[in-house]
C-alpha cells in the first residue's frame, strides 16, 4: 500500500505502514523523540513529516546527521521519495566554504548539515532559523554535553516562527537520567517508542538470529593471567591501604573515578600531601597492568605482546614512572618473557580459530554474502585481516576511522563501502566507526569479536544485519573474562532502556489524559 496523493511523496515510492502514521500522528503535534529500531524507516518518519510540515506550514525543512556520509545518505533517501526539485535540496559540510553556505542558505527549502557547521553559522551570524518549520536530529542520543545538538535546539525553538523538533534514534540511553537529560536539552514534549515486538510493527521485521560462542581460555593463557592479576592485585591494595578505596574490587571505572578524584584534590587544595601523588602514580600504573588484563582476555597474545613492547620502549625512555616501575615488576617481567615466547610460538586467541571457521562455513554456503566483523582494537583488526586472507571466497577489508597516522578520511571510508555494496570487499573488519554515523549496507552476518558493556553500542552493531532480509549475529566470548559481565551489562542496559522508556511514555500518556479532564 502506497501513500497516494500525499502531498509532496513522489506517488509510488513510498511503502504505507501504520505504526509510521502513528508516529506522524503524534510528531505533526509535538516535539517528538522517535525511538524506532534499526531498519525501521526512521528516515521514513522523517520525509513524512518534513512533507506534512511543508505543505501545512511551509517554510523549510533541516536534516542534521553526526557525519558527511549519513548526511549525503539522507539527502539521497529524500530525493528518491519527495517531489521537490533536486535544486532545492542542498547538503551544507565544513567542505563549502562559509561565504558560499551564507549565500546557498537562503535558495534551499531543505538544508541536510552536518551540526557542527550549523552550530558555526549560527554563532557566525550566517544563518538564521526564523522561516523553518521543521528540524530532524538524526541521532538524537548524541544530545548531551558539549555536542552541537542542545545549543542548535535552543536556537531554534528562540528564533523558529513555527517550531517543530524531531529526534530520531535506535538507542537512547539505558538510563533514566540520561534519557531525560536528552529529552529537555532538545525539547522534546513527548517519547515515542516502538519495539520489534509492537503487533504494527512485526510485519516488517526481518528476523535476525543471535548466537553466543563462549570460548575456553588456553592453560598458557590462564598462567598469564595468574601473573597479570597479582601484579594488579598489588596496586589496588596499595590504594586501600592509603585509603583511596575501601575495597580491592576495582574494575577500569573504579580506577578512573579514584584518578578523577585524585586529580580534584591536586588541583583544589593549595598543598595536597605528598601521599595524593604517589596514589596518582599508583592509579595509573594500575589502569596500565589492567589494559593488559584485557588485551590478555578478550584480544589475545599478540596484541598484549606489542602492547608490552610498546610499554617496555616508554620505559627505557624514562619519560613515564608509572609505566618503568610497571616494567620493572617481577610479575610483569615473568609475564613479558612468557608471552615473548607464546607470541613466538604463534599462540593465537582461541577466538581467530573460531571467527576462521565462522567464516569459512559462510563463504560455503552464501559466496555472495556480506560480513562485518567488529572489534575493538585496530591492532586486532590488522591481526582479523590476516587471518581471514586465508579463507576460500573472503575478500577482506579493514574499516578505521579517521584519527592516527592509519586512519582513513571520510572519503576513504566512502570508496571503501561502495566496493562493499559491489562486492569487490565482502567482509567489513571495522572499529566502533561502523557503528552508527555511516552508510553501510544491510549485511548478512555480524560478528562481535568482543561483547561491548554498551546497550547502545550494541543496538547499532546488530542493526546493521536483518534490515532487508533475515540475518545472523554471532557474539564470541572467552569464559571467565570480562566478555562474559560486558556482555550481561550491555543486554541488562538494553532491557532497562526499554523499560524506563515505556514507562516514560505511560507517564506521558497519563498526564495528558489529566490535562484533558481538567
Known sequence: MEYVNYPLIK??????????????????????????????????????????????????????????????????????????????????????????????????????????????????????????????????????????????????????????????????????????????????????????????????????????????????FKEVHKLITRALKKRLERLKNMELTNTVDLKKKDLLQIQGKIRNIIATKPRPPVQIFHGLSVVAEALKIEHALELLETQGIKSLHEYLKRMQKSAESGKTKAVKRVMKDPEIEAVFLKVYELNGKG???????????????????????????????????????????????????????????????????????????????????????????LDIPSVDLVIFYEPVPSEIRSIQRRGRTGRQRAGRVIILMAKGTRDEAYFWISRHKEKLMKSILKNMKLEQNEKQRKIGEF
Open 347 to 437: 599462540m593465537e586467541h582461541p577466538k581467530l580459530d573460531e571467527l576462521y571457521k565462522i567464516l569459512e562455513g559462510q563463504f560455503r554456503q552464501y559466496s555472495r554474502s556480506k560480513v562485518i566483523v567488529f572489534s575493538h582494537y585496530r591492532d586486532t583488526v590488522k591481526r582479523i585481516i590476516d587471518i581471514l586472507r586465508g579463507v576460500s571466497g573472503c575478500k577482506p577489508v579493514a574499516f578505521f576511522g579517521q584519527a592516527g597516522e592509519e586512519g582513513l578520511s571520510q572519503k576513504d571510508q566512502i570508496k571503501i563501502l561502495e566496493k562493499f555494496k559491489d562486492l569487490k570487499y565482502n567482509t567489513l573488519v571495522a572499529t566502533s566507526v561502523g557503528e552508527e554515523g
Open 11 to 220: 506517488k509510488n515510492s513510498l511503502e504505507r505502514r501504520l505504526y509510521q502514521e502513528t508516529l506522524l500522528n503524534t510528531c505533526s503535534k509535538k516535539n517528538t523523540m522517535v525511538v524506532l529500531p534499526t531498519g525501521m524507516g526512521k528516515t521514513a518518519c522523517a520525509i513524512l513529516l518534513a512533507a506534512h510540515r511543508l505543505n501545512k506550514i511551509g517554510g523549510k525543512v533541516m536534516v542534521l546527521a553526526p557525519t558527511r556520509p549519513l548526511v549525503e545518505q539522507h539527502k539521497k533517501t529524500f530525493s528518491k521519495f519527495m517531489d521537490i526539485a533536486e535544486e532545492d535540496m542542498k547538503v551544507f559540510t565544513g567542505k563549502i566554504p562559509p561565504s558560499q553556505r551564507e549565500k546557498e542558505y537562503k535558495n534551499a527549502m531543505i538544508v541536510f548539515a552536518t551540526p557542527q557547521v550549523i552550530q558555526n553559522d549560527l554563532i557566525a551570524g550566517r544563518f538564521d532559523f526564523s522561516d523553518y518549520s521543521l528540524l530532524v536530529l538524526d541521532e538524537c542520543h548524541r544530545g548531551i554535553k558539549d555536542y552541537p545538538y542542545p545549543f542548535i535546539a535552543e536556537m531554534y525553538i528562540k528564533r523558529a516562527k513555527n517550531p517543530r523538533i524531531l529526534g530520531l534514534t535506535a538507542s537512547p540511553g539505558g538510563n533514566r537520567e540520561k534519557i531525560s537529560q536528552v529529552q529537555k536539552n532538545l525539547f522534546f514534549d513527548a517519547i515515542e517508542i516502538k519495539t520489534e515486538d509492537d503487533e504494527d510493527v512485526k510485519p516488517y521485521v526481518q528476523k535476525v538470529n543471535i548466537e553466543w560462542r563462549v570460548l575456553e581460555l588456553p592453560e598458557e
